[in-house]
């Protein structure tokens, strides 16, 4: 099981693409990747 930060809910509201890093669920991108650049 991974571990969450404080704002995993958030991130998961927001329609995060949550990843492992290190042993934490992190997100990397919040829907098109082309729309965030």
Do not use: R
């Amino acid at each position: 099981m991974l571990k969450e930060t404080p704002l995993f809910k958030n991130h998961q509201n927001m329609g995060a693409k949550l990843v492992d890093f290190g042993g934490w669920d992190m997100p990397i991108h919040y829907g098109s990747q082309l729309d965030e650049h």
